[in-house]
Nanobody, 127 residues
Framework: QVHVAESGGGLVQAGGSLRLSCAAS????????MGWFRQAPGKEREFVAA????????YYADSVKGRFTISRDNAKSTVYLQMSSLKPEDTAVYYC????????????????????WGQGTQVTVSS
């Protein structure tokens, strides 16, 4: 059974930093791309960042580029999201997702390209 679990959320002041972690018990972890999405109250879930199965390629939403960094440790089946220079508009529930296709060379920004999702972790940035 696949299990994806995010951790590391919390309350932080604007300008601060947080690091989110996502542990995924997916047996294909080292062969699939991983992504982070977020959903603010009253808004649709949106793409934040994605990383290739090898960790070599990354892709970011324009709104977080230069402030967030996605990384992974395949030995630990874990993906991370380092968030810096946080803004109140970053407030949302952050979700980790496991990609559908092994060895994919395309970093998906559409949530339909991801098969397994965690329950999310709340990030609140105060002004």
């Amino acid at each position: 059974q696949v299990h994806v679990a995010e951790s590391g959320g919390g309350l932080v002041q604007a300008g601060g930093s947080l690091r989110l972690s996502c542990a995924a018990s997916v047996h294909t972890f080292s062969r699939i791309n991983m992504g982070w999405f977020r959903q603010a109250p009253g808004k649709e879930r949106e793409f934040v960042a994605a990383i290739s199965w090898s960790g070599v390629s990354t892709y970011y939403a324009d709104s977080v580029k230069g402030r967030f960094t996605i990384s992974r440790d395949n030995a630990k089946s874990t993906v991370y999201l380092q968030m810096s220079s946080l803004k109140p508009e970053d407030t949302a529930v952050y979700y980790c997702a496991a990609g559908r296709t092994e060895w994919s060379h395309t970093l998906g920004v559409d949530l339909r390209e991801y098969d397994y999702w965690g329950q999310g972790t709340q990030v609140t940035v105060s002004s």
